[in-house]
């Protein structure tokens, strides 16, 4: 639980938003953060995680006040926000994963703070 908090998005909107960037190309290179516009608790989404999935959620560390979070507003401004919400995104998810669905069991880094992934 070391890094509390992230925003995320669902790969299609990425990909639309990253396509629709592809005219803002430069040099030097211009920045255009791409994520969804949410921030949210992890604890709180794998919390809700564990409800979809008729499980008990359990946790170990605390929270340090660090999180995985970019400010998209440039971009969510330019092409509008996902289209795919936070919620919608936990729901997909959750039932990808009940229904068995592939997983290329390759580690997220997420508990690395440091950038070096």
């Avoid at 989404?45 to 359990?58: D, I, T, W, Y």
């Amino acid at each position: 639980m070391t890094t509390g908090y992230a925003n995320v998005i669902w790969q299609g909107d990425a990909c639309n938003q990253i396509i629709q960037a592809l005219g803002l190309a430069s040099h030097p290179a211009s920045i255009l953060n791409v994520t969804g516009p949410e921030t949210f608790s992890v604890r709180l989404v794998a919390e809700q995680f564990a409800r979809l999935m008729g499980k008990k959620a359990e946790f170990s560390g605390t929270e340090n006040g660090y999180g995985y979070l970019n400010n998209a507003a440039k971009a969510n401004g330019l092409y509008g926000n996902p289209t795919v919400p936070l919620a919608r995104i936990v729901d997909y998810t959750a039932q990808w994963i009940m229904a068995g669905g592939a997983n290329l069991g390759k580690p997220t880094h997420f508990e690395t703070q440091n950038g070096k992934y």
